[in-house]
């Protein structure tokens, strides 16, 4: 295993956009922080209508701006990024984006750090294209997708005509709307020009959804949204999802077995039959079929113990109820972060649920190498490193999400040997229960690796494509996410003061905010780690961005851990919202030989390129943050459509307390967050409003 080799390492810099902070409880201004380091560019929300590139192949707004401003590339949701000639100090930046946004056409500005640009000269103005609404999208079609692959997700699947008049422009997307409320409010989602769609986000099965669809036309630069399609309607179905043992799974003569009576979603939107076994060492099983939440056997014999076996059954398959569960992981010991007192309660949580293989968890991070106890939990993903030098793997964007290595020489000519981080946080949140290594907070639900961060961090830009592209959301250039996730986790910070605030904005969030809150809207809950410069935490993006879940990390004792960002007095709603375990190398005392007080996860043993698969022990709110993650997917797999604000009100509402007399708990401002996540008060809570 390998020793951890110091904070900075662990929590990778990522330099941020800046976009308004928008805490969850309340706001306060940034205009005490001092931003430090350099932009090289920004990013850019045109209204509609306005080209993105001026005559003179500038970025539209140059004029208004002052500067020379090189089109960079699209982002997704109508955002761009626009270059300097030169990297700027964030102070100069800041007067040249509080001028573009004083042109009209821009609707806001953003600041985007360490982004290269191409030396262009100032000049030329905007051209608006002329352009008029397509008409409406023909012949749309609904039916149930159901796939046996994945049971128990709701799926539909859509398809349609191309709109008759174009008028001149040409299709270049569409926007799929869908409705549970027969119309009378309506969540978009935008695609590329393919004429089907797959939905297998956010559905529920047994629920009457309506459909529409609007072709989005452009005209040189200018883009604008049709005419709704007719509207069509469907109900989807699964396989009933695995039913829940309300007293145990052990039944006598004189006890009856019940079970936690299942929702219309639950039972797959159809009727469900339940198949209840009784069995006994050396005794005959005895079996009973019912329509209700609880059975009655016949001929127990009398003072014996019988084991029960549940499976549900509807038209779709069927689905077995989780038994008390106990990984055989070779390290599982070493975990103490799952179980022990100022863990997480996680045996609790296991009796119901492991996860399912419908949740995707994406990992926004530097990447992930080849692992035994990862290789069976992947999806395909995306690497997002937009500059050449930094991504290590000789491209830019592809879809390869792999991690080359971020090895480098700092300043003073030392070898810094690669951190694998992405492997180590991916194995946190869903390593396999499989005999060997360890486990994962939930290790039947996938991971989706996303690679935003290359040899020396990342960049904004890069972070925002990603979050759209993981929240199945379009960005241009990009193939839609085939496996769209419900929880993404975002294991970065910065180091220096990163404030995430609009440039004269009317309150409105900032780029990083408009793809989170896309994203929130999509159906995905965003973790983000609070940072581990043992300072306030409004200094660290993107934990600093709003909506995101904020974790701070704790120690084995049920402490603060000595690195973590906290929150600061008066500082309402900015900085933690909840902890962790993240371990914590000086709180050692009583934890697991060789774990050094810290979280042991997945790992390789190269130190520059990747070598052979092994295991480490690292620290770090990095590594609070997957743990969070891992409840959060534990939580979406017992309810698909759960929200981002039902997950953490269910979370809020379980939170185990501090250890007593600690700096977390004795603070009368939230230093540390409401408290320390607990999985099995969080998974029994939801499945007592079920």
């Given at each position: 295993?390998?020793?951890?080799?110091?904070?900075?390492?662990?929590?990778?810099?990522?330099?941020?956009?800046?976009?308004?902070?928008?805490?969850?409880?309340?706001?306060?201004?940034?205009?005490?922080?001092?931003?430090?380091?350099?932009?090289?560019?920004?990013?850019?929300?045109?209204?509609?209508?306005?080209?993105?590139?001026?005559?003179?192949?500038?970025?539209?707004?140059?004029?208004?701006?002052?500067?020379?401003?090189?089109?960079?590339?699209?982002?997704?949701?109508?955002?761009?990024?626009?270059?300097?000639?030169?990297?700027?100090?964030?102070?100069q930046?800041?007067?040249?984006?509080?001028?573009?946004?004083?042109?009209?056409?821009?609707?806001?500005?953003?600041?985007?750090?360490?982004?290269?640009?191409a030396?262009?000269?100032?000049?030329?103005?905007?051209?608006?294209?002329?352009?008029?609404?397509?008409s409406?999208?023909?012949?749309?079609?609904?039916?149930?997708?159901?796939?046996?692959?994945?049971?128990?997700?709701?799926?539909?699947?859509?398809?349609?005509?191309?709109?008759?008049?174009?008028?001149?422009?040409?299709?270049?997307?569409?926007?799929?709307?869908?409705?549970?409320?027969?119309?009378?409010?309506?969540?978009?989602?935008?695609?590329?020009?393919?004429?089907?769609?797959?939905?297998?986000?956010?559905?529920e099965?047994?629920?009457?959804?309506?459909?529409?669809?609007k072709?989005?036309?452009?005209?040189?630069?200018?883009?604008?949204?049709?005419?709704?399609?007719?509207?069509?309607?469907?109900?989807?179905?699964?396989?009933?999802?695995?039913?829940?043992?309300?007293?145990?799974?052990?039944?006598?003569?004189?006890l009856?077995?019940?079970?936690?009576?299942?929702?219309?979603?639950?039972?797959g939107g159809l009727?469900?039959?339940?198949?209840?076994?009784?069995?006994?060492?050396?005794?005959?099983?005895?079996?009973?079929?019912?329509?209700s939440?609880?059975?009655?056997?016949?001929?127990?014999?009398?003072?014996?113990?019988?084991?029960?076996?549940?499976?549900?059954?509807?038209?779709?398959?069927?689905?077995?109820?989780?038994?008390?569960?106990?990984?055989?992981?070779?390290?599982?010991?070493?975990?103490?972060?799952?179980?022990?007192?100022?863990?997480?309660?996680?045996?609790?949580?296991?009796?119901?649920?492991?996860?399912?293989?419908?949740?995707?968890?994406?990992?926004?991070?530097?990447?992930?190498?080849?692992?035994?106890?990862?290789?069976?939990?992947?999806?395909?993903?995306?690497?997002?490193?937009?500059?050449?030098?930094?991504s290590?793997?000789?491209?830019?964007?592809?879809?390869?999400?792999?991690?080359?290595?971020?090895?480098?020489t700092?300043?003073?000519?030392?070898?810094?040997?690669?951190?694998w981080?992405?492997?180590h946080?991916?194995?946190i949140?869903?390593?396999?229960?499989?005999?060997?290594?360890?486990?994962g907070?939930?290790?039947?639900?996938?991971?989706?690796?996303?690679?935003?961060?290359?040899?020396?961090?990342?960049?904004?830009?890069d972070?925002?494509?990603?979050?759209?592209?993981?929240?199945?959301?379009?960005?241009?250039?990009?193939?839609?996410?085939?496996?769209?996730?419900?929880?993404?986790?975002?294991?970065?910070?910065t180091?220096g003061?990163?404030?995430?605030?609009?440039?004269?904005?009317?309150?409105?969030?900032?780029?990083?905010?408009?793809?989170?809150?896309?994203?929130?809207?999509?159906?995905?809950?965003s973790?983000?780690?609070?940072?581990?410069?043992?300072?306030?935490?409004?200094?660290?993006?993107?934990?600093?961005?709003?909506?995101?879940?904020?974790?701070g990390?704790?120690?084995?004792?049920?402490?603060?851990?000595?690195?973590?960002?906290?929150?600061?007095?008066?500082?309402?709603?900015?900085?933690?919202?909840?902890?962790?375990?993240?371990?914590?190398?000086?709180?050692?005392?009583?934890?697991?030989?060789?774990?050094?007080?810290?979280?042991?996860?997945?790992?390789?043993?190269?130190?520059?390129?990747?070598?052979?698969?092994?295991?480490?022990?690292?620290?770090?709110?990095?590594?609070?943050?997957?743990?969070?993650?891992?409840?959060?997917?534990?939580?979406?797999?017992?309810?698909?459509?759960?929200?981002?604000?039902?997950?953490?009100?269910?979370?809020?509402?379980?939170?185990?307390?501090?250890?007593?007399?600690?700096?977390?708990?004795?603070?009368?401002?939230?230093?540390?967050?409401?408290?320390?996540?607990?999985?099995g008060?969080?998974?029994?809570?939801?499945?007592?409003?079920?």
């Amino acid at each position: 295993m390998k020793r951890f080799r110091g904070v900075a390492a662990l929590l990778l810099a990522l330099v941020s956009s800046i976009g308004l902070i928008a805490p969850a409880t309340a706001s306060q201004s940034n205009s005490d922080l001092v931003e430090t380091g350099t932009a090289a560019g920004l990013i850019i929300k045109y209204r509609e209508g306005v080209d993105t590139v001026a005559a003179d192949g500038l970025a539209t707004g140059s004029n208004a701006a002052k500067v020379a401003l090189t089109f960079g590339h699209a982002l997704g949701d109508n955002l761009f990024t626009a270059d300097f000639t030169d990297n700027l100090p964030i102070t100069q930046a800041r007067d040249i984006a509080e001028a573009l946004q004083q042109d009209p056409r821009v609707e806001f500005v953003s600041i985007n750090h360490n982004f290269s640009a191409a030396s262009l000269s100032v000049g030329g103005s905007a051209a608006l294209a002329a352009i008029k609404a397509a008409s409406a999208v023909q012949s749309l079609k609904a039916v149930d997708a159901f796939n046996k692959a994945t049971p128990t997700t709701a799926s539909v699947r859509l398809t349609w005509k191309a709109p008759k008049s174009l008028f001149g422009a040409k299709v270049t997307g569409y926007i799929v709307e869908y409705s549970s409320t027969n119309g009378t409010s309506w969540t978009a989602i935008k695609r590329g020009t393919a004429l089907s769609y797959t939905m297998n986000t956010a559905l529920e099965a047994g629920t009457k959804y309506s459909f529409r669809v609007k072709a989005v036309t452009t005209l040189k630069t200018a883009s604008k949204a049709g005419t709704a399609s007719a509207v069509v309607t469907m109900r989807p179905t699964t396989a009933p999802q695995a039913p829940i043992l309300a007293g145990g799974n052990v039944v006598t003569s004189v006890l009856n077995p019940s079970w936690i009576q299942q929702s219309l979603a639950q039972q797959g939107g159809l009727p469900v039959t339940y198949l209840a076994t009784a069995s006994a060492e050396g005794l005959p099983s005895a079996t009973c079929t019912t329509i209700s939440n609880t059975c009655a056997f016949t001929g127990l014999s009398a003072g014996v113990n019988y084991k029960l076996a549940l499976v549900a059954t509807n038209t779709r398959g069927s689905t077995s109820a989780v038994t008390e569960f106990k990984p055989a992981d070779e390290y599982y010991s070493s975990q103490w972060h799952l179980f022990a007192e100022y863990g997480i309660n996680l045996p609790t949580a296991w009796k119901y649920t492991r996860g399912s293989k419908s949740v995707v968890v994406a990992v926004l991070d530097s990447g992930i190498t080849s692992h035994p106890d990862l290789d069976s939990q992947l999806v395909s993903g995306y690497d997002f490193v937009s500059n050449k030098t930094r991504s290590n793997d000789g491209d830019g964007w592809d879809a390869d999400p792999s991690d080359p290595g971020d090895f480098y020489t700092d300043s003073r000519g030392n070898f810094v040997e690669s951190s694998w981080h992405g492997t180590h946080v991916a194995g946190i949140i869903a390593a396999a229960s499989n005999t060997i290594g360890i486990t994962g907070v939930a290790p039947n639900v996938l991971i989706q690796p996303v690679r935003a961060m290359g040899t020396d961090g990342g960049t904004s830009a890069d972070l925002i494509a990603a979050i759209n592209w993981a929240a199945g959301l379009s960005v241009p250039g990009v193939p839609i996410n085939p496996t769209p996730a419900k929880v993404i986790n975002m294991s970065m910070g910065t180091s220096g003061v990163s404030i995430c605030d609009d440039i004269a904005s009317g309150g409105r969030l900032g780029s990083t905010g408009q793809a989170l809150k896309a994203a929130k809207a999509a159906g995905v809950t965003s973790i983000s780690a609070a940072g581990n410069f043992n300072t306030d935490a409004r200094y660290s993006y993107p934990g600093n961005c709003f909506p995101t879940i904020n974790v701070g990390a704790t120690g084995f004792s049920g402490d603060r851990a000595w690195y973590s960002n906290y929150t600061m007095p008066n500082a309402q709603g900015v900085g933690v919202d909840i902890s962790a375990p993240g371990g914590d190398d000086r709180d050692q005392s009583q934890t697991p030989a060789k774990t050094e007080g810290q979280l042991l996860s997945t790992f390789n043993d190269g130190q520059s390129k990747p070598g052979s698969p092994t295991y480490a022990i690292e620290e770090g709110t990095s590594m609070a943050a997957p743990v969070v993650s891992g409840i959060v997917a534990l939580l979406y797999s017992i309810k698909p459509t759960i929200t981002f604000d039902e997950a953490w009100a269910i979370l809020s509402k379980t939170v185990k307390p501090f250890k007593p007399g600690g700096q977390c708990a004795t603070s009368t401002t939230g230093m540390c967050g409401i408290g320390i996540v607990n999985a099995g008060g969080a998974v029994e809570l939801l499945l007592s409003q079920k």
